[in-house]
């Protein structure tokens, strides 16, 4: 098992890649091998200097780097050396089976969608995440930011990669499929809505429970919530902002305050791509990165994108 892990992305990259690194090898109970892509004369004094073991890992070295502020294309087009290139190339190969990157955004997903390519069948992959549940439970949105306008089809298949995602990854058993709109009663909310909600009640492959609002977001009425990217975006955005009013007020310290750092989930996984490729935080320290590459090893290991392969196929 191989992990692609580009050590040049992020706001305190390489530290923060390679402190994340050594939390994973020094944690996980049978770790995969992580392929370290990056520029060599800036990674490897640090990996000496926190003592990480050189046996357990592969250096392959980048020359160049993807700013965030750079054309997403343009930048994987012309900068074939950079590491975020070189990872989705390792990835297409099949020398690594996972690939993680915090990152310029648009360059993941664009690498993602034209280099790895979506499953057949699936309309448009979607990103997802995790939401906190108060009963201690954890559910999942989708799709919080890479379709902002959806087909009622579309929705209809996130509803399935987002079961999916629930049920292997996090181990949910028939999760509940929710689609978020502003009333619980059938005909409810916009055009989208009402177009979507007889399309998921036919549905026999999800558990769809109906229309769920606002307020149902942390409780545990569905554990799978469906809507837009537009909507999704917004509402994982103000979900993030939750720790940081917390810190400010002195509160994060709350048992479950704290489970909406995002440090916790580490990144955002690609759905209904052929390969993992998980999108980590800007920000992301040490404990997102270790989360990170224990989220890829657990999508490799449950096979996630080949269940979704053969679930589409039929």
């Not at 009622?152 to 689609?179: D, H, R, T």
């Amino acid at each position: 098992m191989n992990i692609g892990l580009d050590m040049m992305g992020g706001d305190f990259a390489p530290l923060e890649a390679i402190k994340g690194l050594k939390l994973y090898l020094s944690t996980a109970p049978q770790p995969a091998r992580v392929f370290c892509i990056g520029i060599q004369e800036q990674i490897i004094s640090i990996l000496h200097e926190h003592e990480i073991d050189l046996t357990a890992i592969e250096i392959i070295p980048s020359t160049q780097v993807i700013g965030y502020n750079e054309h997403p294309t343009k930048a994987l087009k012309e900068k074939t050396e950079s590491s975020i290139s070189i990872g989705f190339q390792l990835l297409a190969s099949g020398k690594i089976d996972a690939f993680i990157s915090a990152g310029n955004t648009g360059a993941m997903l664009v690498g993602a969608m034209l280099i790895i390519k979506p499953i057949e069948g699936i309309l448009r992959p979607t990103i997802a995440t995790v939401i906190p549940k108060l009963n201690g439970g954890t559910g999942v949105l989708l799709d919080v930011g890479l379709n902002a306008d959806c087909k009622p089809e579309q929705l209809n298949q996130f509803a399935m990669l987002g079961s999916m995602y629930a049920n292997i990854i996090i181990g949910i058993e028939s999760p509940k499929v929710g689609l978020i709109n502003v009333g619980e009663e059938e005909g409810k909310g916009n055009l989208l809505a009402q177009a979507t909600y007889p399309v998921l009640k036919e549905n026999n492959q999800i558990n769809f429970i109906g229309n769920i609002e606002g307020r149902d977001f942390f409780n545990d009425k569905a554990d799978v919530m469906v809507c837009d990217g537009f909507t999704g975006n917004i509402i994982l955005k103000m979900a993030e902002s939750f720790y940081d009013i917390a810190s400010e007020r002195k509160f994060e310290n709350d048992g479950y305050i704290k489970r909406f750092h995002y440090e916790n989930y580490g990144g955002t996984p690609i759905l209904g791509i052929s390969k993992p490729v998980i999108i980590g935080h800007g920000i992301s320290n040490a404990m997102a990165f270790k989360n990170m590459l224990i989220g890829a090893q657990s999508m490799i290991k449950n096979d996630l994108c080949a269940t979704i392969k053969h679930k589409f196929a039929n």
